[in-house]
């Protein structure tokens, strides 16, 4: 079966900091990776697709399947980007539209 | 820009009693989903709809849970008998394309689900 790592709970930095969110996969077919967003008190927002290969609010996601990673980058973090982060994975070669989720990461930016 | 909507925002029920949770997906999405999420614990899929039917479901999406698509718009999870363990965070979501692959859903803000 499938499951999704975040090791970090919580990740706290600075204002400008880089920021990396840590993201890890277990499936043993082709996957589709997703990060999704949750701010305080909001809905679930779809941040990122790998197979869209696109930034959004200066995050970047890479798939790495020799790591079986897809870490969420950013260079410089501001204090908007506090938020829950979640990967989730569906099994893209099966297109069954399920999402695997992981725990979540709570980034917090401080001034 | 379009949203899933969800009613109640929170509701509260007895032991044992039925519940109807209401979503209103995005009116052109073809896949309808439930997950849920109790209380410092993981997002969990519930279950997929499409085409008026049941197309995937989970390990906890047993017996005391259906859905229904009553409507053109409403899209429901019913809870048959509700257990203090079924108290989460329950999340609508609805998807567009056809084919292989998901597509980023759209999520509900969510139903907080409190059984006591």
């Known amino acids: 079966a499938q499951r999704v790592t975040q090791p970090e709970k919580l990740l706290s930095v600075f204002k400008g900091a880089p920021v990396e969110l840590k993201c890890n996969y277990s499936?043993?077919?082709?996957?589709?990776l997703f990060w999704y967003v949750q701010y305080s008190r909001q809905r679930l927002q779809l941040l990122l697709r790998?197979?869209s290969r696109e930034s959004i609010k200066g995050f970047t996601a890479d798939l790495n399947k020799g790591e079986t990673s897809f870490h969420l980058k950013k260079p410089f973090a501001q204090e908007e980007d506090s938020a829950m982060y979640y990967c989730?994975?569906?099994?893209?070669?099966?297109?069954?539209?399920?999402?695997?989720f992981g725990s979540g990461t709570r980034l917090q930016v401080q001034p | 820009e379009p949203e899933v909507t969800q009613t109640p925002s929170h509701q509260v029920t007895q032991m044992g009693q039925e519940v109807i949770l209401r979503c209103v997906p995005i009116?052109?999405?073809?896949?309808f989903y439930w997950y849920r999420q109790i209380l410092g614990q993981k997002v969990e899929f519930l279950v997929s709809?499409?085409?008026?039917?049941?197309?995937?479901k989970s390990e906890i999406f047993d017996d005391q849970f259906s859905v229904e698509r009553p409507d053109g718009s409403n899209f429901t999870l019913k809870i048959r008998s509700t257990k203090l363990e079924d108290s989460a965070m329950y999340f609508c979501?609805?998807?567009?394309?056809?084919?292989?692959?998901?597509?980023?859903?759209?999520f509900g803000s969510g139903t907080r689900l409190t059984v006591v």
């Open positions: 979501a609805s998807s567009g394309f056809l084919g292989q692959g998901s597509d980023g859903y759209t």
């Open positions: 499936y043993s077919g082709s996957p589709e």
């Open positions: 790998h197979i």
């Open positions: 989730a994975l569906s099994e893209r070669d099966t297109g069954r539209r399920a999402l695997t």
């Open positions: 009116s052109n999405h073809l896949y």
């Open positions: 709809f499409y085409n008026n039917e049941i197309s995937e």
